[in-house]
Protein backbone atom coordinates (compact mmCIF):
# COMPACT_ATOMS: atom_id res chain seq x y z
CA UNK A 1 0.00 0.00 0.00
CA UNK A 2 1.57 3.44 -0.94
CA UNK A 3 0.12 6.56 -0.06
CA UNK A 4 0.87 9.84 -1.48
CA UNK A 5 1.32 12.17 0.94
CA UNK A 6 3.28 15.38 0.90
CA UNK A 7 6.13 16.27 3.32
CA UNK A 8 6.45 19.37 4.89
CA UNK A 9 7.79 21.66 7.20
CA UNK A 10 11.21 20.18 6.45
CA UNK A 11 14.16 21.31 8.49
CA UNK A 12 17.80 20.32 8.07
CA UNK A 13 20.40 21.63 11.04
CA UNK A 14 23.62 21.41 11.44
CA UNK A 15 26.84 22.60 13.36
CA UNK A 16 29.35 23.74 11.89
CA UNK A 17 33.11 22.54 12.90
CA UNK A 18 34.91 25.00 15.43
CA UNK A 19 37.81 25.59 12.67
CA UNK A 20 35.07 27.21 10.15
CA UNK A 21 35.81 31.54 10.76
CA UNK A 22 32.76 32.34 8.75
CA UNK A 23 30.27 30.99 5.95
CA UNK A 24 28.13 32.11 2.99
CA UNK A 25 25.36 29.34 2.94
CA UNK A 26 22.51 30.02 0.07
CA UNK A 27 19.71 27.90 -0.78
CA UNK A 28 17.84 27.30 -4.31
CA UNK A 29 14.57 26.58 -2.04
CA UNK A 30 13.75 27.83 1.35
CA UNK A 31 15.81 29.88 3.98
CA UNK A 32 19.09 29.31 5.68
CA UNK A 33 20.05 30.75 9.03
CA UNK A 34 23.51 30.69 10.31
CA UNK A 35 23.39 31.63 13.99
CA UNK A 36 26.56 33.13 16.15
CA UNK A 37 27.11 29.43 17.79
CA UNK A 38 27.24 28.29 14.20
CA UNK A 39 24.54 26.31 14.02
CA UNK A 40 22.99 26.29 10.84
CA UNK A 41 19.25 26.07 10.13
CA UNK A 42 17.59 25.36 6.98
CA UNK A 43 13.71 25.53 6.80
CA UNK A 44 11.76 24.31 3.37
CA UNK A 45 7.93 24.50 3.63
CA UNK A 46 7.54 22.00 0.71
CA UNK A 47 9.58 20.32 -1.87
CA UNK A 48 9.30 21.85 -5.41
CA UNK A 49 7.79 19.77 -8.14
CA UNK A 50 10.13 21.12 -10.71
CA UNK A 51 13.61 20.97 -8.66
CA UNK A 52 15.57 19.32 -5.98
CA UNK A 53 16.41 21.84 -3.12
CA UNK A 54 19.80 22.65 -2.83
CA UNK A 55 22.03 24.04 -0.14
CA UNK A 56 25.08 25.19 -1.20
CA UNK A 57 28.05 28.18 0.26
CA UNK A 58 31.36 29.13 0.74
CA UNK A 59 32.90 28.59 4.68
CA UNK A 60 35.77 30.45 5.46
CA UNK A 61 38.40 28.41 7.47
CA UNK A 62 41.21 29.50 10.11
CA UNK A 63 44.28 30.29 8.59
CA UNK A 64 46.70 27.06 7.33
CA UNK A 65 43.91 24.97 6.50
CA UNK A 66 42.68 23.66 3.00
CA UNK A 67 40.02 21.68 4.05
CA UNK A 68 37.78 20.66 6.64
CA UNK A 69 38.98 17.38 8.99
CA UNK A 70 35.97 16.92 10.83
CA UNK A 71 32.47 16.53 9.15
CA UNK A 72 29.28 17.65 10.29
CA UNK A 73 26.26 15.54 11.38
CA UNK A 74 23.39 16.90 9.74
CA UNK A 75 19.36 16.45 11.58
CA UNK A 76 16.71 15.92 9.08
CA UNK A 77 13.13 17.15 10.44
CA UNK A 78 9.78 16.28 8.36
CA UNK A 79 6.12 16.46 8.60
CA UNK A 80 3.48 14.31 6.87
CA UNK A 81 0.15 15.59 7.89
CA UNK A 82 -2.48 12.64 8.87
CA UNK A 83 0.07 10.12 8.93
CA UNK A 84 1.63 7.82 11.61
CA UNK A 85 5.10 6.28 10.45
CA UNK A 86 5.95 2.80 11.00
CA UNK A 87 9.12 0.74 9.18
CA UNK A 88 9.92 4.16 7.34
CA UNK A 89 12.15 3.03 4.25
CA UNK A 90 14.35 5.23 2.30
CA UNK A 91 14.89 4.32 -1.21
CA UNK A 92 17.62 6.98 -2.16
CA UNK A 93 19.95 9.25 -0.11
CA UNK A 94 22.42 11.65 -1.89
CA UNK A 95 25.53 12.76 -0.61
CA UNK A 96 27.56 14.83 -2.77
CA UNK A 97 31.01 16.41 -1.88
CA UNK A 98 32.63 18.48 -4.61
CA UNK A 99 36.38 18.13 -4.01
CA UNK A 100 38.60 21.84 -4.92
CA UNK A 101 40.48 20.30 -7.60
CA UNK A 102 39.58 17.42 -9.56
CA UNK A 103 42.40 15.17 -11.24
CA UNK A 104 42.11 13.90 -14.55
CA UNK A 105 40.11 10.32 -14.97
CA UNK A 106 37.91 11.62 -11.74
CA UNK A 107 34.84 10.28 -11.92
CA UNK A 108 32.82 10.27 -8.75
CA UNK A 109 34.12 10.41 -5.03
CA UNK A 110 32.63 7.80 -2.17
CA UNK A 111 33.03 8.48 1.72
CA UNK A 112 31.92 5.25 4.00
CA UNK A 113 30.59 6.35 7.39
CA UNK A 114 27.71 5.54 10.01
CA UNK A 115 24.31 7.03 8.35
CA UNK A 116 21.70 6.88 11.00
CA UNK A 117 18.23 7.47 10.60
CA UNK A 118 15.74 8.09 13.50
CA UNK A 119 12.03 8.64 13.22
Known amino acids: M ?17 CVLSADLTANHGAVTVFSNKMCNWSIDRIPKDRAP ?8 ETGLERLH ?3 SFR ?16 KLDLRVVPSRLYRGFRALTRSGLYEVRS
Open 76 to 91: VGFRIQGVALSGLQLD
Open 2 to 18: TLEKMIDSITVQFQLPS
Open 70 to 72: VFP
Open 54 to 61: ALSGTLLL
